[in-house]
């Protein structure tokens, strides 16, 4: 049976690693429309997807080592106050260099895998970590939830912008994740 503690843990983890997967995979769905508005090439576009999947992988390393110092909740959370302000910035970015540098800063979301598990199982008691680790793990639905959010949101809000400040479209998408990391 888990402490109080460490469902609250658990919950939290699991809901935010969850919404910064969403962050991390939201360029595979808002690709096409991307593509389309700027005029990239096939090639521009794998570097787009390729450069949020790095943002999210090569500083896996020091964001470990992190965790080990300040502990899961402060770096989670620091973590996705920090990568919010970028996806604010996507739904403003006019150019495919400007999405570039969105894309490995947004893509620091993909972090979270490696601040949760250590979180996880400094938490959970040694009978329990691995079903805390799975529930937490299987955060990586946030990929996969995107694909099915993403879509229908931009095809509900039209491209423009909604009281003339928040962008519309694929646009919008980017607002809204950055409002679920807060």
Excluded: C
Aim: a positive charge; zero cysteines.
């Amino acid at each position: 049976m888990f402490t109080r503690a460490e469902n609250k843990v658990l919950a939290l983890s699991f809901t935010a690693f969850t919404i910064a997967f969403a962050v991390w995979m939201m360029y595979g769905v808002m690709g096409i429309p991307i593509r389309k508005e700027l005029g990239l090439s096939g090639t521009q576009l794998a570097w787009l997807l390729a450069a949020s999947a790095l943002g999210g992988a090569l500083p896996r390393g020091p964001i470990g080592l992190l965790t080990d110092k300040f502990g899961g909740r402060v770096v989670f959370t620091m973590l996705l106050l920090l990568v919010a302000p970028g996806a604010v910035i996507v739904s403003y970015a006019q150019t495919y260099e400007q999405l570039i540098g969105l894309a490995i800063w947004t893509g620091l979301a993909g972090n979270t895998f490696v601040v949760g598990i250590a979180w996880n199982s400094a938490w959970a008691s040694k009978e329990r970590q691995g079903f805390a680790l799975g529930v937490f793990g299987a955060g990586n639905v946030g990929a996969s939830a995107t694909k099915f959010i993403a879509p229908v949101v931009i095809a509900l809000i039209p491209a423009g912008y909604i009281a003339g400040v928040v962008p519309g479209g694929w646009r919008f998408i980017p607002m809204l994740y950055a409002a679920l990391l807060v």
